[in-house]
């Protein structure tokens, strides 16, 4: 099974980021060391092989939760990544090759995939970190709806500080970035005053002229396995449930949408393309409908009572 005449075509098309592309080397690579291991070509691969590789996949036990099984996002994304390959095996060099996933639904994803997180647990998160690296780095997260590839690429000289003056005349920090997001779209995060001083108190802590902004124990830019593991390693000793870093950003546009945010300010925070995306976060908490529901029974009473 050649993978990379496909890789190649992938990242010659400009809507692919190098996280799709990486993540869907990985999954073809994982299909064809099971091809090889049952000994099938690729013009044999039918659906009920596929059928077959997905309950050997659900049988295998996942690193991150250590249960066996796959995540309903993974499973779509290998599912998707086959389909993909044999569409463009039919379109360069056998057209007659059916699609081995056709009639097995794939399915699509929206944010009740990422399930939302308990405040009173973040709480406990960031209350229990007693590494600064660490805190800071969650922190970063929940400040910032930043996504893991983004975060990850951040040098100590990524984030500004300025000073402002807000309506009341009180002077606060704030922290302004710029990361290449999906697309390669640069965007503009901001982060607030309590984690703009957790960075600062952070960087203090640092002897070295090392450019990124998180370092390994051997003096690396802290890769984006590391930093997931960092999380899960605080969600196990904190004795909490696992948390994925997706949920932070889920958990930052949650927070803003129930203090009020407007929805395109929120499309731009998080870097969507779609509005209808941004909209899927917008689940309130029931003290938020409260609120908004009495305000506006309060301005009905006054111009119609």
């Known amino acids: 099974m050649k993978i990379e005449p496909?890789?190649?075509y992938l990242e010659n098309s400009p809507d692919r980021s190098p996280e799709t592309i990486k993540a869907y080397r990985s999954d073809l690579k994982l299909f064809s060391d099971y091809l090889a291991s049952q000994k099938l070509r690729v013009t044999q691969v039918n659906s009920k092989i596929i059928h077959n590789y997905m309950s050997y996949l659900d049988q295998k036990i996942n690193s991150r939760s250590g249960e066996p099984g796959l995540s309903r996002a993974?499973?779509?994304r290998r599912l998707v990544a086959i389909r993909r390959y044999f569409d463009f095996l039919r379109a360069t060099s056998n057209p007659k090759l059916r699609d081995p996933t056709y009639g097995i639904k794939v399915g699509h994803l929206n944010n009740d995939e990422c399930k939302a997180v308990e405040e009173?647990?973040?709480?406990t998160l960031i209350n229990g970190i007693d590494v600064m690296r660490d805190k800071v780095l969650i922190s970063l997260f929940l400040a910032s709806g930043l996504r893991l590839s983004e975060l990850h690429q951040l040098d100590r000289d990524t984030i500004?500080?300025?000073q402002q003056i807000d309506r009341d005349g009180?002077?606060?920090l704030i922290g302004t970035g710029e990361v290449l997001g999906k697309r390669q779209k640069r965007r503009r995060f901001y982060i607030d005053e309590e984690t703009v001083h957790q960075l600062v108190d952070y960087l203090a802590t640092r002897s070295d002229e090392l450019a990124p902004l998180f370092l390994s124990e051997r003096r690396q830019r802290l890769s984006k396995r590391a930093i997931q593991d960092t999380l899960a390693?605080?969600?196990?000793k904190l004795q909490i449930?696992?948390?994925?870093?997706?949920?932070?950003r889920h958990q930052y546009a949650v927070?803003?949408?129930?203090?009020?945010i407007d929805t395109m300010v929120l499309k731009t925070l998080m870097g969507h393309d779609d509005l209808r995306t941004t909209n899927r976060y917008f689940k309130l908490y029931d003290q938020t409908v409260a609120r908004q529901y009495h305000a506006a029974m309060e301005i009905f009473n006054l111009h119609y009572s």
């Open 6 to 8: 496909f890789i190649e």
């Open 74 to 76: 993974t499973r779509r």
């Open 120 to 123: 009173t647990t973040l709480s």
């Open 160 to 162: 500004e500080v300025e």
């Open 170 to 172: 009180h002077q606060r």
């Open 233 to 236: 390693r605080w969600c196990r």
């Open 241 to 248: 449930s696992p948390l994925h870093v997706h949920q932070c």
């Open 255 to 260: 927070r803003l949408a129930n203090a009020g």
